[in-house]
Nanobody, 125 residues
Framework: QLQASGGGLAQAGSGLRLSCVASGRTFSSLSMSWFRQAPGKEREFVAAISWAGTRTNYADSVKGRSTIFRDNANNALYLSLISLKPEDTAVYYC????????????????????WGQGTLVTVSS
C-alpha cells in the first residue's frame, strides 16, 4: 500500500514537499514515481526514480523545479516542488512498479501496478 501526504493550499512561487510511505513490500526493490491529475485532464507523469535512487527522470513541466528522492530505510518517497505555479494544481499520486528492473525508471501510467490515494495540491496566484 502507498499513502501520500503533504498536499494543501500554496501560494504561487512557494514550495512544498510531498511524501509517500509504502508498506507491505520490499520498498528498496520498487520502481517509484509521482504522477498528477488536474481537473478534467488525464493523469500525467511528473517524476520517477530507480530502486536505489541513482537515476531520476522529470517531466519537462517540472524540470528544474522539482526533486524526487527516496529513503529506502524508512520506506518513503518524496517530491519537492519549488516555484509553484497555478498550473501545478492537481491531485498528486505516488505509484510503484513491483516488477521493475534495478537502475530503471518508468514514465508511463501503465508501467505502475500500485497506486496511492493521492494528495491534492492547490496553487493560488
Amino acid at each position: 500500500q502507498l499513502q501520500a501526504s503533504g498536499g494543501g493550499l500554496a501560494q504561487a512561487g512557494s514550495g512544498l514537499r510531498l511524501s509517500c510511505v509504502a508498506s507491505g513490500r520490499t520498498f528498496s526493490s520498487l520502481s517509484m514515481s509521482w504522477f498528477r491529475q488536474a481537473p478534467g485532464k488525464e493523469r500525467e507523469f511528473v517524476a520517477a526514480i530507480s530502486w536505489a535512487g541513482t537515476r531520476t527522470n522529470y517531466a519537462d513541466s517540472v524540470k528544474g523545479r522539482s526533486t524526487i528522492f527516496r529513503d529506502n530505510a524508512n520506506n518513503a518517497l518524496y517530491l519537492s516542488l519549488i516555484s509553484l505555479k497555478p498550473e501545478d494544481t492537481a491531485v498528486y499520486y505516488c505509484a510503484a512498479r513491483t516488477n521493475g528492473v534495478s537502475g530503471a525508471y518508468y514514465t508511463s501510467v501503465g508501467a505502475y501496478d500500485v497506486w496511492g490515494q493521492g494528495t491534492l495540491v492547490t496553487v493560488s496566484s
